[in-house]
């Protein structure tokens, strides 16, 4: 769990295992199949991206409990990926 800049609560999972003391994750945002619960965090080839639903660029994600500090720039570091 983390939050977006307005400080919404947003979702996710770790997109592999990553050993104690990994210093950098990616993490896949929660999804929906349904139109009207879609997540706001589009990026990738848009030439406006829809960042209301990214984590905010500096926080902490909260895994199992425990805080995480963080930072990343949504502009560039939000990539489009799906599996078929």
């Given at each position: 769990m983390g939050?977006?800049?307005d400080g919404g609560e947003v979702s996710g999972k770790a997109?592999?295992?990553y050993p104690s003391g990994?210093?950098?994750i990616?993490?896949?945002y929660e999804t929906s199949d349904v139109q009207d619960?879609?997540?706001e965090c589009q990026v990738g080839g848009l030439t406006v991206p829809n960042l209301k639903g990214c984590?905010?660029?500096d926080g902490t994600l909260s895994i199992d409990g425990q805080e995480y500090p963080y930072t990343y720039?949504?502009?560039s570091d939000n990539k489009n990926?799906?599996?078929m």
């Open positions: 939050r977006n800049a997109f592999a295992d990994t210093q950098t990616n993490v896949l619960n879609y997540m984590f905010e660029k720039t949504p502009e990926d799906r599996t």
